[in-house]
């Protein structure tokens, strides 16, 4: 099958596309209590959350299983179906895509080893975007002290913030193998 993407079990090449007048029509039924138009206007909505997952794959130097990311997203569309209201005028995406986003971000805040605070998380996120900007600026490597003059904010809260998203290692990480035992973490600490 060409372009096959299966993911959670779904065969992507072969999700509908609903047009503007089967969405109405599908959210009238929905919100009379209609199970079956419910799983209709879901089905009909995947692609949308497939092609903001798409925007999280890989991101942040740790790579998100796409099943989950998917899983994730279909619960921001059941929400939006749940929650949609008609009387607001609005189409029914402009309502879904900021649901299915908010239950990504959620989820990858959420689905950390260790808690960061939002604000430490953001501040490390403005040294990282600087930090890029500058290399491409001066094609070198910033130091901490530019990124810090860059966007206004200590050198130490900078380094702070950074150590603070890096992804934890064990202690049982193997460091060295020669064919032999291996070195790790914990050996040389």
């Given at each position: 099958?060409?372009?096959?993407?299966?993911?959670?079990?779904?065969?992507?090449?072969?999700?509908?596309?609903?047009?503007?007048?089967?969405?109405?029509?599908?959210?009238?039924?929905?919100?009379?209590?209609?199970?079956?138009?419910?799983?209709?206007?879901?089905?009909?909505?995947?692609?949308?959350?497939?092609?903001?997952?798409?925007?999280?794959?890989?991101?942040?130097?740790?790579?998100?299983?796409?099943?989950?990311?998917?899983?994730?997203?279909?619960?921001?569309?059941?929400k939006a179906v749940d929650g949609f209201d008609m009387d607001k005028m609005v189409e029914f995406s402009t309502y879904a895509v900021p649901m299915i986003l908010g239950e990504v971000r959620r989820y990858?805040?959420?689905?950390?080893?260790?808690?960061?605070?939002?604000?430490?998380?953001?501040?490390?996120?403005?040294?990282?975007?600087?930090?890029?900007?500058?290399?491409?600026?001066?094609?070198?490597?910033?130091?901490?002290?530019?990124?810090?003059?860059?966007?206004?904010?200590?050198?130490?809260?900078?380094?702070?913030?950074?150590?603070?998203?890096?992804?934890?290692?064990?202690?049982?990480?193997?460091?060295?193998?020669?064919?032999?035992?291996?070195?790790?973490?914990?050996?040389?600490?």
């Open positions: 099958m060409y372009n096959k993407v299966e993911i959670c079990g779904v065969n992507t090449s072969r999700l509908p596309v609903l047009s503007s007048s089967e969405k109405k029509e599908l959210l009238k039924r929905t919100k009379q209590g209609d199970t079956d138009a419910r799983e209709k206007l879901i089905d009909g909505n995947l692609r949308l959350v497939l092609s903001i997952i798409q925007r999280f794959a890989g991101r942040g130097g740790r790579r998100e299983n796409l099943d989950d990311l998917f899983q994730v997203g279909c619960i921001g569309l059941i990858l805040r959420d689905n950390n080893a260790i808690r960061v605070s939002r604000s430490l998380r953001d501040t490390a996120y403005k040294a990282l975007c600087a930090r890029e900007q500058l290399t491409r600026l001066h094609a070198k490597e910033p130091t901490i002290m530019e990124i810090a003059q860059e966007i206004g904010i200590s050198g130490e809260d900078i380094t702070y913030a950074l150590d603070a998203i890096q992804t934890p290692v064990s202690l049982y990480e193997p460091v060295f193998t020669d064919g032999g035992d291996p070195l790790y973490v914990m050996d040389q600490i």
